[in-house]
């Protein structure tokens, strides 16, 4: 038997196939004597908070979709100025900055219209709809990144034993409110960084920008009170140095969705052993689990039942190995295979 996991009631369930969301007002499932009792953890207060599963078409980027164009519309008027400064100063800090800033604002831009087609219905042609484009766009953001970053260090050093006259004034006060638009920004998508990949994205590169606002402001105050002009192009480098590490923190964390890697938070042999404490359950094999997009990960299994729980039928058992999944690992969408310890010899002797 092959079911998609639903969300887990205590009362009779359905077995309609479909995926589930579970929210912060269900009920706890009552759990059979001997089910090991779920792994504490700091951020669980008894419910889940987030719905994940294909029903609702909801994805953890399109949940924060609101934070992401008021941090748009911050970042986009700051590109502005900074531009606008670095052509009155003549600095390649504030304008690698600026250059930074774009770069954030189109990444967010490509992650709200990923958002958008993310919840696009799923179809007969693509039974996951559409939730794989926001971990494309973060890709695509990954690498402007890295490009952008080259760009940046190339340029500097390019300028590096040149006289440029650089005008500390200007320069000083387009770097100090791009680093309060920085900070107002990552306060606004704190809460959501570590759900998506997009909003982490966003997050890590206006992260980025706040301390190459700080790198420019030290290189200004440098300039204003020395009037060493090298300080501009060893501030621009040092941005340059700070963007790279976190285009490779979000390109490895999107290689490993692509990859369809175990998610980060799930150790399959902890999810064996709360299987496998269900009774009736003998075997668990065949385990898979892996991230269709950001907050909806995936899990599928073979699962061999005792003669006597066949027999009764397996409708209990499986409502409670869901359940398990559900309220234990947060996994939305799990598949099922329920089957007898003879069909599972025989599933071996197949494959051997």
């Known amino acids: 038997m092959t079911s998609p996991s639903k969300a887990p009631t205590p009362t009779a369930p359905s077995h309609q196939g479909h995926g589930h969301g579970h929210g912060g007002h269900h009920h706890r499932w009552a759990f059979s004597a001997g089910h090991r009792a779920p792994r504490a953890k700091a951020d669980d207060h008894g419910h889940h908070g987030h719905s994940h599963g294909l029903g609702d078409h909801s994805t953890a980027t399109g949940r924060h979709r609101k934070k992401l164009i008021i941090v748009l519309c911050i970042t986009a008027s700051i590109f502005l100025m900074q531009v606008v400064g670095a052509m009155i100063s003549n600095s390649l800090a504030l304008l690698a900055d600026a250059g930074h800033m774009l770069t954030d604002a189109t990444g967010v831009f490509i992650a709200l219209i990923a958002s958008v087609i993310a919840t696009r219905p799923a179809s007969a042609k693509r039974t996951f709809g559409y939730q794989r484009v926001e971990v494309l766009a973060a890709l695509l953001n990954g690498v402007a990144i890295a490009a952008i970053a080259v760009l940046i260090f190339v340029e500097a050093v390019q300028r590096l034993g040149t006289d440029v006259e650089v005008e500390s004034g200007p320069m000083l006060f387009a770097a100090i409110a791009g680093a309060v638009a920085n900070l ?130 397996s409708h209990a058992i499986l409502d409670e190995l869901l359940a398990c999944l559900g309220e234990h690992f947060d996994t939305g969408h799990s598949t099922l295979q329920i089957e007898s310890r003879d069909h599972a010899s025989h599933e071996q002797e197949v494959h051997a």
């Open 184 to 313: 107002v920004s990552l306060l606004i998508l704190q809460s959501g960084q570590k759900e998506s990949l997009n909003v982490r994205g966003a997050y890590l590169e206006v992260l980025g920008d706040l301390l190459g606002s700080v790198a420019v402001i030290i290189a200004g105050i440098i300039i204003w009170l020395t009037g060493w002009m090298l300080a501009d192009q060893i501030a621009s480098i040092a941005i340059a140095l700070l963007i790279l590490p976190r285009a490779w923190s979000l390109l490895k964390d999107v290689l490993n969705v692509l990859m369809e890697a175990t998610p980060k938070d799930m150790d399959l042999e902890e999810t064996r052993a709360h299987l496998l404490s269900v009774p009736g359950v003998q075997d668990v094999h065949d385990m898979h689990a892996w991230t269709i997009t950001s907050g909806v990960p995936v899990f599928s299994a073979h699962v061999v039942v005792d003669d006597g729980t066949i027999a009764d039928g």
